[in-house]
């Protein structure tokens, strides 16, 4: 192994997210929520696999296609690192760490650590031991319960503190002679962190044994490696049949050539830290990485089997005798721990409407205030769902609060609000965002996006003197008045809690039944 210090970029690059106001505030004389404009683009997403659903926050992936990636070779690489550590300013400790919370990230991408906790990180003597000595760290206080195989240490200061930080942890080192036979047995994930990019020549004691070893293995535990699958030719990759067949890549800096051989289900790019000047000289094409995450999926996603697709729900008991008898304060209650959580626009809700042909439609909106008389969202009066609710004074709202495996469903009769509490909301709103109401003619066919561009553009000048921008006529909100609700709770075996809150005719009192799941 040549004992140059070899190194790869990762990056730290934080996403500079538009901030909007506090979801809510309460007035306590009226127990009303004021949900305040967001700012930030929406979207929802729902990523599902064979896991363990339990609380938990995740970036959700970008999808780039391998074709259009750059892919280095072992010079490219070498030459990339002496930059980074050169004249652009970077220790290797830097590096080391971005790279090992790049693989942590990317592990907690895919596998959940509900179902994969147990983790085994095999070490080698250089810079890839050492990227994952960092990512178990990670791991450990990602939830996982990581194990540390590490049989040729060095005395470097850089990675005796990093043993001392496992060490602290009570992150266990087991040696090779205790590792057991059947691997499957006692791990999860396996990470070979064995050899990287500058290795040459053909494995050694211990490791070649070690290697053989996780040739053998099924289908559990999944090997994660790092940058190059231990055994493969950096370029070649495993052009001797002699290396690892890896569930998970994680590439870093940018996939090395050996990586267009790699045919398992999950490969990543680690970090996000290429400094403009190294992508010019290298002609580098890296994709661009989702919010703050630090890795990126690329390549196709894995073929799934649509039916075989399911998750096991662990969540608190939803019980009678727990709930509250009010179904609105228990929708405040639930939203409040959805908001507390940090998820992702808590007030986005499934509005389903029907017209008068009894066509239904959905689509997805957002709540934008909620009490005792109803709940309350905006929209253009002349789109589809303003012209459903015209001519059927109904509709469905369907909250999903998928990290907290929690569902509430609200039933009832819709009328307009106010004009007067529309034209305060829409005047609350970013100026922006006012102008855009008027410009968006919601449902109708316009001949391009240049259009609605073109009209945003003329009206930002018209009113950039800060001049009152008038709401449209056809534009304001709507209350739905519940009768009923339904709140569900998603529980092991799919003996899932649902509680139903429903309103019989001349009685004002809410009647609290349990559904079957």
């Given at each position: 192994?040549?004992?140059?210090?070899?190194?790869?970029?990762?990056?730290?690059?934080?996403?500079?997210?538009?901030?909007?106001?506090?979801l809510?505030?309460?007035?306590?004389?009226?127990?009303q929520?004021?949900?305040?404009?967001?700012?930030?683009?929406?979207?929802?997403?729902?990523?599902?696999s064979?896991?363990?659903?339990?609380?938990?926050?995740?970036?959700i992936?970008?999808?780039?296609?391998?074709?259009?990636?750059?892919y280095?070779?072992?010079?490219?690489?070498?030459?990339?690192?002496?930059?980074?550590?050169?004249?652009?300013?970077?220790?290797?400790?830097?590096?080391m760490?971005?790279?090992?919370?790049?693989?942590?990230?990317?592990?907690?991408?895919?596998?959940?650590?509900s179902?994969?906790?147990?983790?085994?990180?095999?070490?080698?003597?250089?810079?890839?031991?050492?990227?994952?000595?960092?990512?178990?760290?990670?791991?450990?206080?990602?939830?996982?319960?990581?194990?540390?195989?590490?049989?040729?240490?060095?005395?470097?200061?850089l990675?005796?503190?990093?043993?001392?930080?496992l060490e602290?942890?009570?992150?266990?080192?087991?040696?090779?002679?205790?590792?057991?036979?059947?691997?499957?047995?006692?791990?999860?994930?396996?990470?070979?962190?064995?050899?990287?990019?500058?290795?040459?020549?053909?494995?050694?004691?211990?490791?070649?044994?070690?290697?053989?070893?996780?040739?053998?293995?099924?289908?559990?535990?999944?090997?994660?490696?790092?940058d190059?699958?231990?055994?493969?030719?950096?370029?070649?990759?495993?052009?001797?049949?002699?290396?690892?067949?890896p569930?998970?890549?994680?590439?870093?800096?940018?996939?090395?050539?050996?990586?267009?051989?790699?045919?398992?289900p999950?490969?990543?790019?680690?970090?996000?830290?290429?400094?403009?000047?190294?992508?010019?000289?290298?002609?580098?094409?890296?994709?661009?990485?989702?919010?703050?995450?630090?890795?990126?999926?690329?390549?196709?996603?894995?073929?799934?089997?649509?039916?075989?697709?399911?998750?096991?729900?662990?969540s608190p008991?939803?019980l009678?005798?727990?709930?509250?008898?009010?179904?609105?304060?228990?929708f405040?209650?639930?939203?409040?721990?959805?908001?507390?959580?940090?998820?992702?626009e808590?007030?986005?809700?499934?509005l389903s409407t029907?017209?008068?042909?009894?066509?239904?439609?959905?689509?997805?909106?957002?709540?934008?205030?909620?009490?005792?008389?109803?709940?309350?969202?905006?929209?253009?009066?002349e789109?589809?769902?303003?012209?459903?609710?015209?001519?059927?004074?109904?509709?469905a709202?369907?909250?999903?609060?998928?990290?907290?495996?929690?569902?509430?469903?609200?039933?009832g009769?819709?009328?307009?609000?106010?004009?007067?509490?529309?034209?305060?909301?829409?005047?609350?709103?970013?100026?922006?965002?006012?102008?855009?109401?008027?410009?968006?003619k919601q449902?109708?066919?316009?001949?391009?996006?240049?259009?609605?561009?073109?009209?945003?553009?003329?009206?930002?000048?018209?009113?950039?003197?800060?001049?009152?921008?008038?709401?449209?006529?056809?534009?304001?909100?709507?209350?739905?008045?519940?009768?009923?609700?339904?709140?569900?709770?998603?529980?092991?075996?799919?003996l899932?809690?649902?509680l139903?809150?429903s309103?019989?005719?001349?009685?004002?009192?809410?009647?609290?039944?349990?559904?079957?799941?």
């Amino acid at each position: 192994m040549r004992s140059v210090i070899r190194r790869r970029v990762t990056t730290m690059i934080s996403a500079f997210l538009l901030q909007s106001p506090p979801l809510s505030s309460i007035s306590p004389k009226h127990h009303q929520y004021s949900l305040l404009p967001l700012t930030t683009q929406r979207f929802l997403t729902a990523s599902h696999s064979f896991r363990l659903r339990t609380f938990s926050t995740r970036s959700i992936p970008n999808m780039q296609d391998s074709a259009s990636v750059s892919y280095l070779s072992q010079r490219e690489a070498a030459e990339i690192d002496e930059t980074l550590m050169g004249p652009l300013g970077f220790s290797v400790d830097q590096l080391m760490e971005l790279a090992g919370l790049s693989v942590a990230t990317s592990v907690a991408e895919v596998y959940k650590p509900s179902e994969y906790s147990r983790v085994l990180a095999i070490c080698g003597p250089g810079n890839n031991g050492g990227d994952g000595l960092v990512a178990a760290r990670h791991l450990h206080h990602f939830g996982y319960k990581p194990s540390i195989c590490y049989p040729k240490r060095t005395s470097k200061p850089l990675y005796t503190g990093l043993v001392t930080q496992l060490e602290s942890l009570s992150v266990p080192f087991v040696s090779v002679d205790d590792l057991p036979e059947d691997l499957s047995k006692d791990f999860d994930v396996i990470i070979d962190a064995i050899f990287g990019f500058s290795f040459h020549g053909a494995p050694r004691p211990p490791f070649d044994d070690i290697i053989r070893r996780l040739q053998t293995l099924q289908k559990r535990p999944v090997i994660v490696s790092v940058d190059i699958p231990s055994g493969w030719h950096v370029e070649e990759g495993d052009h001797e049949g002699g290396g690892i067949k890896p569930d998970m890549l994680v590439s870093l800096t940018a996939p090395k050539l050996c990586a267009k051989s790699f045919s398992g289900p999950h490969h990543f790019l680690g970090g996000r830290f290429v400094p403009p000047s190294v992508a010019e000289k290298y002609k580098l094409e890296l994709p661009s990485y989702p919010g703050t995450s630090m890795c990126v999926r690329i390549g196709k996603p894995p073929k799934v089997d649509i039916s075989a697709m399911r998750v096991n729900y662990v969540s608190p008991e939803l019980l009678e005798d727990q709930v509250e008898s009010d179904p609105v304060l228990q929708f405040r209650k639930w939203f409040d721990e959805a908001v507390a959580a940090g998820l992702r626009e808590t007030n986005a809700m499934a509005l389903s409407t029907t017209s008068k042909d009894r066509k239904p439609s959905s689509r997805m909106v957002l709540l934008k205030g909620f009490d005792e008389n109803g709940f309350v969202w905006f929209t253009n009066y002349e789109s589809k769902k303003g012209s459903d609710l015209s001519e059927n004074p109904f509709a469905a709202l369907l909250f999903y609060w998928e990290d907290m495996n929690r569902q509430v469903r609200i039933e009832g009769p819709v009328e307009r609000i106010s004009e007067e509490e529309s034209e305060n909301y829409y005047h609350s709103r970013p100026r922006g965002s006012q102008i855009g109401a008027i410009v968006s003619k919601q449902s109708s066919v316009v001949p391009g996006r240049h259009v609605l561009y073109d009209e945003y553009e003329e009206l930002t000048k018209k009113y950039s003197d800060g001049s009152v921008i008038p709401k449209p006529k056809n534009w304001g909100g709507f209350r739905l008045k519940p009768n009923l609700f339904e709140f569900w709770q998603g529980q092991p075996s799919r003996l899932h809690d649902r509680l139903q809150y429903s309103l019989q005719e001349g009685n004002p009192a809410w009647i609290i039944r349990r559904l079957a799941p």
